[in-house]
């Protein structure tokens, strides 16, 4: 199929930002919004470093209930703050249907977690709310019911829908998930979406982060999305996957010697 490109952040008051064939977009920010600063800080290392959106979580679905949740409302102000200070539109998750409409007056992307590729109605719901969509694939999911869940989202009207591989359950246990990088080139012969890579939370480890971003370079990814955090030893959320100075200026160099110019 031919392939789309989406615009992300049209009516945000900073520049938009393409995401597809053409350009190759970094996404990068904290794993949570925890604090004005912080966000701050991540936002600034991210833009340093190339990026073309900010992320950060306000909404967190984690794995224990014990561990922070986020921020909610008070996190998508700040990230709207820092959206004003870097001129980075910003995409964040929404994890419930009823956080749609609340999400989306401050975020200029929808972030679909891995946790949530098959939950129906807040697919429907995101593809009602009129902002660009980023469905991360589920652990458990095949390509095709990657594919269905972004049907779903298509079928309320909105075709602005980037796709990202984040790793699957495999037998291996040296990282977190096992990336699925074929799903790449895979994706791109059955789909006209952009598609993006997430070292990040596929390993789960920052030492294996740059590596894998190379090789979603190589294989023709239309972006990564990375955490970065200024102080990942004491992060709220997954520090340990967090790049942080010397690595994300190791990151920016590898993108400015690999991204192909365009
Ligand atoms: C995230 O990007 O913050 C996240 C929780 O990722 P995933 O849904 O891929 O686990």
Redesign the pocket.
Known sequence: PGRSTVQVGADSGVPPVTIGPGTFALIAGP??VESLDQTLEAAAMAKAAGAALL?G?AF??RTSPQEFQGLGKAGLRILAEAREATGMPVVT?VIDPSDVGLVSTYADML?V????MQNYALLQAVGAAGRPVLL??G?QATVEEWLMAAEYVAQRGNLDIVL?E??IRTFETSTRTTLDISAVPVVQRLSHLPVIV?P???AGRRELVLPLARSAIAVGADGI?V?VHADPDNALCEGQQALAGADVRELASALRRLVPAT
């Open positions: 794993c949570a992320r979580g967190k679905p998750e972030q977690g891995a946790r949530n991360k694939r652990i990202c984040r790793g997430d990040t939370h596929s999305l955490d």
